[in-house]
């Protein structure tokens, strides 16, 4: 009998811890037969029909069978056992729509021994829509125009309910078994292979696929497009595919090239093959960034679709997000996070062989050490200066929105650093070997953190690698170490948690901390490999190292921990002394370092100013690139409002428009040009000009075009999933005219009014906007939060005090404390109980220390060579004719 046949199945043990809202754990699902039948879109007609058929093993007794569905028309459903076909009894229950369960009761208790096995089989209807959830549709532009529809899916982390019924949770691994019936002309692919293709009447074909490996529901992916393909075979037997549009058939071939080089690269570090027949990534229309699904990723088709004379900085991105989604291939799809808890577990991975296989096939791409400490370690240390989340995050209700706010910075960048720092500390040889285990044993299955932590058995003084896991991913935040000089050789080091001003400082908290350093005795002994830990119960330990009294040290020289350093008066003053002569990922490291602990009154921002003038003798893009970022000389530009200081910075900005105006640029000297371009728009004139370096020679830089922007451009830009769609307005915005601001506060109101993204990711996009410039869009943040009402804000409030947090950073003057404080109090019912008092506190201590500093640091700015550094700038300034809008 045909149902005999497809009830034949292996029961997989789930386990059976659940958080509120999950479904319940009675049934399992093991294998889904999806027929979808979409053959309209030549037509414009997007609808599309479907039957599933899914074999769900009784875990124990129970009468209800509750699933996800949202969206689809249902219509006949049918449960059978699987042993003999005999029909069960139901009927469908009313549930919530905001539940999104599909409930179905029977009328006899289903028995896990005697029943075992039944099958649910669904007809639905459905439509494909324009949101990028779901199974939806997008377009290109063909021959003559033409618009060309494109049917896709993005279905992380809970979208695949919006596709066909199903049990839409990541603890749930099946197998699937797709049927698409298209038109003939259509190219059609899922995850798997094609197994046969029926011709059917009217021009359709049918194409069935081969089963896929367990995986779950979020992975599936189909697609109907008229696209072509190229391939090519990696050495250990995978077809690696690149599907595009045909007018870009001739630019897919360096993403070929890539997409095969890091999958071997990625095989042979861990040990294990694919587990797949083929590999194919798409370049999808206004997809945004890329997902995983596997065996068939997409893609934003930027990262795809390449000309022989694209930008290093389009081919290093490239790199970075094909590695990444290579990665996901074994780390998230072939062994997958048990619940949305333990995110990281893929994301983490994902993100440290993004830049692990790109720097060792790409080198002159992607440099190791650079490309971490810039990409990852810098913007994980920022965000997790804030009252953020732990890497596992537990209870995590069934709740999409909240389950979405995982996918940030702390998720991505924080765990793959916490994975570096992990590889360091043990050694790569014990690594490897620990993530070879942890593959194999859970090879299609699902973890959790603990299943990773027992795959490393070493110890490390001591310590268990499980324990300085735990330590690092069981509670938000990181340490300062604050190092101490007592003699020649005897150093005392001191742990606290780094926080900007929260609304309760945490001086309980201590980690298990590997200390690195460099002296000019130690020959580089321990820049890599730990020479001693600091433990959770060490709240100061002392210690000898190699040194003699004149050395000076440098402690987490190669940022392989996940910490800053503070140094005495002494450490500060003979580290800006040789400052120039130290790698450059050292130089970033501690100009970071230094802006940073000097913002929250750590450190003299004299000793931020003297490291400036070093680095304008010796610059060099990646320290440069710190320190002209928002939060350091953009910080302090803010406050001082300095003409003496807007010199020096002018001329800086000089520097690297002469160090970088070649064409054979590096990655680095790129992201520095776009910087300078950004600064030169700040700082200068609508007519362009030239800077003077400290050398003589100028160089002549053409004005930036800055368009006027209308609103619906701005709508789509802040809406795009897109990263680089997002900076790019972002530029765009801050060029324009004060008065045209009203552009974007009808923007974002627009954005509100219609729901085009939820109030949680709004929140989240004015966060990045920001910290892009917070002098530039402070005002009109605060204006446009004004007119969100308490109602509005429902259950966001945490996200709400996450921004308003930032916020309250910004402010430097008592007119916008007067309207942030406001904002709060108007609030105060979806804000945490001492909110006001510790915002008050904050903008209080700014404004008074700006009052109090500012003087001093503009005198020392004008005393110092900083004031004639560059000393025809300020001409070539003026008769350029003011400072650009």
């Known amino acids: 009998m045909l149902w005999l046949a497809l009830c034949t199945v292996c029961l997989v043990v789930v386990p059976g811890a659940r958080a509120d809202g999950r ?20 037509l414009n007609d997007f609808t599309y029909r479907g039957n599933v058929s899914i074999r769900i093993a009784i875990a124990s007794d129970t009468d209800q069978v509750v699933l996800h569905s949202v969206g689809s028309t249902l219509g006949t459903i049918t449960l059978r056992r699987c042993r003999d076909g005999v029909e069960i009894p139901h009927q469908l229950l009313d549930t919530e729509p905001a ?3 599909l409930h179905i009761r029977t009328d006899r208790v289903l028995r896990r021994l005697d029943d075992r096995v039944i099958l649910l089989t669904i007809a639905f209807n459905n439509t494909l829509g324009e949101d990028r959830m779901g199974f939806y549709r997008t377009q290109y532009r063909g021959p003559k125009r033409v618009p060309m529809v494109v049917a896709t899916t993005h279905f992380q982390p809970s979208y695949a309910r919006l596709a066909f019924p199903c049990f839409d949770e990541p603890a749930f691994k099946s197998t699937f078994q797709v049927t698409i019936v298209s038109n003939a002309s259509h190219l059609v692919a899922s995850n798997a292979p094609i197994k046969t293709i029926t011709w059917l009447p009217n021009d359709h074909k049918a194409v069935l696929f081969e089963r896929t490996p ?20 990696s050495p250990s037997g995978v077809q690696v595919g690149i599907l595009a549009p045909p007018k870009d058939e001739k630019k897919l071939q360096f993403s070929l090239q890539a997409a095969t080089t890091l999958l071997t690269s990625l095989e042979e570090f861990t040990g294990q093959s694919l587990g797949l027949a083929k590999l194919d990534h798409v370049a999808i229309p206004r997809f945004g960034n890329a997902m995983e699904n596997w065996g068939l990723v997409a893609y934003d088709e930027q990262f795809l679709v390449l000309s022989p004379k694209a930008h290093r900085l389009q081919l290093s991105q490239a790199v970075i997000t094909i590695g990444h989604e290579t990665a996901h291939q074994l780390f998230g799809n072939l062994v997958g996070p048990a619940w949305w808890s333990y995110l990281w577990l893929s994301e983490g991975f994902a993100t440290y062989f993004e830049i692990l296989l790109g720097s060792e096939v790409y080198p002159e791409l992607l440099p190791l050490e650079e490309s971490f400490a810039v990409r990852h370690m810098r913007p994980a240390l920022l965000a997790d200066a804030f009252e953020a989340h732990a890497l596992t995050v537990e209870p995590l209700p069934a709740n999409t929105a909240q389950i979405e706010t995982l996918f940030d910075t702390i998720t991505y960048s924080k765990a793959g650093c916490i994975l570096r720092m992990i590889n360091c500390s043990i050694g790569e040889t014990a690594f490897k070997s620990g993530v070879r285990r942890y593959l194999e044993k859970y090879r299609n299955g699902i973890v959790t953190p603990s299943d990773l ?38 150093v005392r080091f001191r742990q606290q948690r780094h926080q900007q001003e929260t609304t309760r400082r945490d001086v309980d908290s201590r980690w298990h901390i590997p200390i690195t350093y460099y002296t000019n005795s130690s020959a580089g002994k321990f820049e890599y490999r730990p020479a001693f830990w600091m433990r959770e119960s060490d709240r100061e330990l002392v210690v000898r190292l190699e040194m003699d009294w004149q050395d000076v040290l440098i402690v987490n020289p190669r940022q392989i921990g996940f910490y800053r350093v503070e140094y005495d008066e002494r450490g500060w003053n003979a580290i800006v002394d040789m400052l120039s002569s130290l790698p450059s990922v050292v130089q970033a490291k501690l100009v970071d370092d230094a802006f940073v602990l000097a913002r929250i009154g750590l450190v003299g921002y004299e000793i931020c100013l003297e490291m400036l003038q070093e680095l304008a003798a010796h610059p060099d893009p990646v320290p440069w690139l710190i320190a002209m970022a928002e939060e350091n000389v953009g910080f302090l530009q803010r406050v001082l409002q300095s003409e003496e200081f807007d010199r020096f910075v002018t001329g800086f900005v000089g520097e690297m428009f002469q160090v970088a105006s070649n064409f054979t640029q590096s990655l680095f000297q790129s992201q520095a040009l776009e910087r300078a371009f950004d600064w030169w728009d700040r700082l200068v004139t609508t007519t362009g000009g030239t800077v003077q370096n400290k050398a003589g020679s100028t160089v002549d830089i053409q004005p930036l075009m800055c368009p006027s922007l209308t609103v619906d451009r701005i709508v789509e830009g802040l809406i795009s999933q897109d990263d680089l769609v997002r900076d790019r307005l972002f530029a765009l915005l801050k060029c324009q005219p004060n008065e045209r601001h009203e552009q974007l506060l009808l923007a974002l109101e627009h954005i509100k009014q219609t729901k085009l993204l939820s109030l949680a990711k709004l929140l989240t996009v004015l966060e990045s906007l920001i910290r892009s410039n917070p002098g530039h869009f402070l005002h009109t943040t605060v204006h446009f939060l004004s007119t969100v009402s308490k109602d509005e804000l429902g ?9 308003l947090t930032v916020i309250v950073h910004e402010v430097t003057d008592r007119h916008q404390a ?36 500012v003087p001093k640091l503009r005198e020392f700015v004008s005393d110092s060579p900083m004031a004639t550094y560059y000393g025809k700038v300020e001409e070539q300034i003026s008769t350029a004719g003011g400072l650009l809008n």
Do not use: C
Request: without cysteine.
């Open 23 to 42: 479904l319940p754990n009675a049934t399992i699902p093991l294998h889904y037969d999806l027929h979808l039948e979409a053959s309209g879109l030549g």
């Open 99 to 101: 539940s999104e369960l």
């Open 214 to 233: 367990p995986m779950q529901t979020y992975l599936v992916t189909f697609l109907i497009a008229n696209f072509t393909s190229v391939h090519a075979r």
């Open 453 to 490: 932590y027992g795959s490393f058995p070493e110890t490390v003084e001591g310590l268990t690698v499980a324990e300085i896991f735990h330590s690092w991913a069981d509670k938000p935040g990181y340490p300062v170490v604050m190092v101490e000089r007592l003699n020649a050789s005897f």
């Open 795 to 803: 259950t966001e409030g945490q996200r709400f005090q996450r921004l």
């Open 818 to 853: 007067a309207k942030v404080r406001k904002l709060i109090v108007k609030n105060a019912s979806v804000l945490t109980e001492n909110f006001l008092a510790h915002a008050d506190s904050l903008m209080t201590s700014t404004i008074s220390w700006r009052m109090k500093q």
